[in-house]
């Protein structure tokens, strides 16, 4: 039998007893051994623990003890998340190796307990705000697509490493978009759930009122399946949500949905020429499944935009300000910087992104009083040489590499947002768009993506890299 491609074939053919945990591991094990060299996925491999774990899923599912989809599961966790059995490292120089020592996160215990073979902490950028650096002594993450290509951050590892193969799915976060802009450069599909719906506390924080913690993966499905696991309430962290989760339907079909299709601030004239046809093709798709299509527009775009960076910039200085004052030269210079701007958000430009939030919230929510789901690009364009990430004298772009990226307003208002692949670029570099749903409807969001991708292949197509 062929290696399963998704996390749920996975599963499917381990109960089957089509294939075990073990071969499903070694397989992946040696995808690291071919590959990772070239990508940098891994900070760390576990790989005697990744074994040992394959093996007691394989006895327990031979014994009838079924602990879920993720059972068995090769999966790999980005190193801003604490893991007991090895250090978390952020990608950086700077945190105290001792940080969060020999525990897990909530949501590696929830995975663990699931019995996910986890195989190792995957690459990030700097404390998820930075940017590759080759100045310093850490892998360098590139796209299995192209790899003079950067494969999008902050969750850099687990999009790469899901695209290339070395894992079925994995744990990213997201405060401006650091789990959709991996999945988008990579061609995956990643699902930032709704603030305060997955626990965030065992990870080093970047915006505390921001961060969110989701799962990349093939397809919705599979995300759904990690989402089943990781969502709940935890008191480690006060702004986890205790509201039930709603398993999706995922049938198919999107008879009676209404979605709000949004196209104002996502095509500039930097868009890639592939980007309209191929959003086009995807409105097509669903609305061959049913869907009732209606133009929309986000409110407050420019302002939520502005917010999210002031927010996240004030929140991030708040944590590293005194390890910015003794060891500036530590970072990597593109965090340095980002995180220096926090210093010059006063107290009332706080305080006013946030109250400009609330009202964003608010209408946002009246918007899904009539739509059930919101679909617009994720960026503009396919993943950007590493040499295009930088202005003329050698500075961080990212006033310009926000121009061609349309995550962060879902950050800021909080909502649920899963980014699918949807197309491709001229050049083969994968295209992706955005489900967004009401606060807590994760399960329209899967629904509706799963639907797209049972009529679509995109996210079943894998680098050449990988293939040959």
Known sequence: ??????????????????????????????????????????????????????????????????????????????????????????QSLVLDRAWAQGRDAPVVSRLKEAGAVITGKVTTMEFACGMPDPSKPFPMPRN??????????????????????????????????????????????GLMPTFGRVPKSGVAPLGYSLDHVGPLARSARDCAAVLDV???????????????????????????????VVRAGHFPAEADPALG?????????????????????????????????????????????????????????ATRLMLARGALVTGADYVQAQRVRHVAQDAVARMFEDLDVIVCPTAAVGAPRFDELTDGAGRLDIEGLFRTIFTQYWDCVGNPVLAAPMGATAAGLPLSIQFAGPAFGEA??????????????????VPALVAV
């Not at 990781?230 to 009676?256: N, W």
């Not at 775009?301 to 991030?316: G, H, K």
Request: aromatic share 8%.
């Open 444 to 461: 329209g969001v899967l629904r509706a993506a799963d639907a797209f991708q049972r009529v679509t292949d995109w996210h079943r197509r």
């Open 1 to 90: 039998m062929e290696t399963p491609l998704t996390l749920t074939e996975a599963a499917e053919a381990l109960r089957a007893g089509a294939v075990t945990s073990v071969r499903l591991t070694e397989e992946a094990l040696a995808a690291a051994d071919r590959h990772d060299g070239e990508l940098g996925t891994y900070l760390a491999r576990f790989d005697d623990y990744a074994l040992e774990q394959a093996e007691r899923a394989d006895r327990e599912l031979a014994e009838g003890i079924d602990r879920g989809p993720l059972q068995g599961v090769p999966f790999g966790v980005k190193d801003i998340i604490a893991m007991a059995e090895g250090p978390t490292t952020a």
């Open 144 to 189: 299995p697509w192209d790899t003079a290509t950067w494969p999008g951050g902050s969750s850099s590892g687990t999009g790469n490493g899901v695209a290339a193969g070395l894992f079925f799915a994995g744990l990213g976060t997201d405060t401006a978009g650091s789990i959709r802009i991996p999945s988008a450069f990579c061609g995956v599909t």
């Open 230 to 260: 990781i969502a709940g309430p935890h008191a480690s962290d006060p702004d986890s949500v205790g509201l039930p989760y709603e398993q999706p339907l995922l049938d198919g079909s999107l008879e009676g949905v209404r979605i709000g």
């Open 277 to 333: 046809p191929a959003f086009d093709a995807a409105l097509g798709a669903l609305s061959g499944l049913g869907a009732t299509l209606i133009d929309a527009e986000l409110p407050f775009w420019t302002e939520m935009l502005t917010a999210n960076l002031v927010t996240m910039c004030a929140e991030a200085f708040a944590y590293h300000r005194n390890d910015l004052v003794e060891r500036w030269r530590d970072y990597f210079a």
